[in-house]
């Protein structure tokens, strides 16, 4: 048995984390408790919640959310649990409704969450005592994000620093024109560290070198060429009134975003450098790179030209992740006129499957008793040492989840 205390002082700075990270149920219990139930989790999007009664659900461990604009244009997250016998409300992934009623005894709730009507309980029932029981939910330029814990993290930091970058895009009025999950054979955290790093990107990405520099990362300051490329892209894109900041986990916070200049001929990250489909939003121009965003622990998205990916992970177990990726254009593009899907998706889609199969064979390895810590390079990968010390400071900062847990 490992206190939280033997636990961090298991770790070292500046390598891989020890076997058990990756392994061990009681540790994967325990993220479950203080991360995933404690930190703010990309949702989905505005744009496929925008009327009364459009709803999607969100499963995290043992819980789940139906995310869903009630009658006044506020968004709800209700968790999926009828107050009668606990009953799941909501079966489908997604839909449109007038009312939340329990496939089970037929209860009836409000968009808002009130109890509307309980048929047979009786003159003495106060419905009034019976509201869904309800979470945090935020709204930022078109992204959702919901909070289990009663007292979440700071989110303003979040909307001051991504809301003027991605607002132009107009994520808000976009349109979901693609869906792909997989089912990844890996520990999320795996899928994470693969993300915070473009090591492995001249190695396992030509899709994505063709329109992307492996550079801009913090620590990564080897390249003065691309830095004045960054430079005179951001005075660029100042003139067009886009306010292009590269925010990076402030003080140990949750998220980052940053506008990144493409390579010479690309105006989006398409494979062969054109437009695939209509400018989103407001955009002033093509000439707007891509903006990169990041939510720890489970999300990240590009935000082109033409159109949005937006990945969304979710753990299942130590060794098992799902992840949801989600294609967004312009809501009045038309399919065969304006886009086709697989234009639109791929570079995301090939960039995509090529991680998941490097995350496999990672945790593959990982899993072996040859397995030993490794070093981190602090040129390439000291975005993956940002995040180990942001997870193990989430790991021993919430001593309720961490004492119930037998590490």
């Known amino acids: 048995m490992h206190t939280a205390t033997s636990l961090l002082d298991s770790c070292t700075p500046g390598m891989t984390l020890p076997q058990g990270f990756y392994l061990d149920k009681a540790i994967f219990e325990a993220e479950m408790q203080s991360i995933f139930q404690t930190q703010w989790l990309f949702a989905g999007h505005s744009c496929e919640v925008a009327e009364p009664g459009q709803y999607f659900t969100l499963s995290i461990g043992r819980e789940s959310l139906i995310v869903i604009r009630d009658r006044e244009g506020n968004l709800q997250a209700h968790f999926n649990v009828c107050r009668h016998r606990g009953s799941r409300l909501a079966w489908s992934d997604r839909g449109c409704v007038k009312s939340l009623v329990c496939p089970y005894h037929g209860w009836v709730y409000q968009l808002d969450g009130s109890l509307k009507a309980a048929r047979l309980m009786g003159e003495t029932f106060n419905p009034d005592a019976y509201p869904l029981v309800s979470t945090s939910v935020r709204e930022l330029a078109g992204l959702v994000f919901v909070c289990f814990s009663p007292q979440p993290p700071d989110f303003e930091a979040a909307v001051?620093?991504?809301?003027?970058?991605?607002?132009?895009?107009?994520?808000?009025?976009?349109?979901?024109?693609?869906?792909?999950?997989?089912?990844?054979?890996?520990?999320w955290k795996t899928i994470l560290e693969n993300n915070r790093e473009c090591?492995?990107?001249?190695?396992?990405h030509p899709e994505f070198m063709l329109s992307n520099y492996d550079a801009g990362l913090p620590g990564d300051d080897r390249n003065k060429r691309f830095q004045r490329t960054v430079k005179d892209a951001y005075q660029r894109w100042q003139s067009m009134g886009l306010n292009p900041q590269d925010v990076s986990f402030p003080?140990?916070?949750?998220?980052?975003?940053?506008?990144?200049?493409?390579?010479?001929?690309?105006?989006?990250?398409?494979?062969?450098?054109?437009?695939t489909a209509p400018l989103m939003g407001n955009l002033p121009s093509a000439d707007v790179g891509s903006l990169r965003l990041v939510g720890m622990p489970n999300f990240w998205g590009h935000a082109n030209a033409d159109y949005t990916m937006t990945t969304q992970v979710i753990p299942l177990s130590p060794e098992?992740?799902?992840?949801?990726v989600?294609?967004?254009?312009h809501p009045d593009a038309v399919e065969?006129?304006?886009?086709?899907?697989?234009?639109?998706?791929?570079?995301?889609?090939?960039?995509?499957?090529?991680?998941?199969?490097?995350?496999?064979?990672?945790?593959?390895?990982?899993?072996?008793?040859?397995?030993?810590?490794?070093?981190?390079?602090?040129?390439?990968?000291?975005?993956?040492?940002?995040?180990?010390?942001?997870?193990?400071r989430q790991m021993t900062s919430h001593p309720s989840a961490a004492s119930s847990s037998k590490w």
Request: proline share 4%.
């Open 160 to 187: 001051s620093a991504i809301a003027p970058q991605l607002g132009p895009h107009r994520l808000d009025q976009a349109k979901v024109i693609a869906r792909d999950r997989y089912h990844i054979n890996a520990n």
């Open 199 to 204: 090591y492995h990107c001249r190695v396992a």
């Open 336 to 392: 065969g006129t304006d886009y086709a899907v697989d234009d639109v998706a791929a570079v995301w889609r090939a960039t995509s499957e090529q991680d998941w199969q490097i995350c496999e064979s990672n945790y593959l390895g990982v899993c072996s008793s040859a397995y030993q810590p490794g070093h981190l390079s602090p040129l390439m990968e000291a975005s993956v040492a940002q995040f180990i010390t942001w997870y193990l």
């Open 320 to 324: 098992a992740t799902q992840i949801n």
């Open 251 to 275: 003080d140990g916070s949750w998220f980052r975003v940053a506008r990144f200049p493409l390579r010479n001929g690309f105006l989006t990250e398409s494979l062969h450098g054109r437009l």
């Open 326 to 329: 989600a294609f967004l254009v």
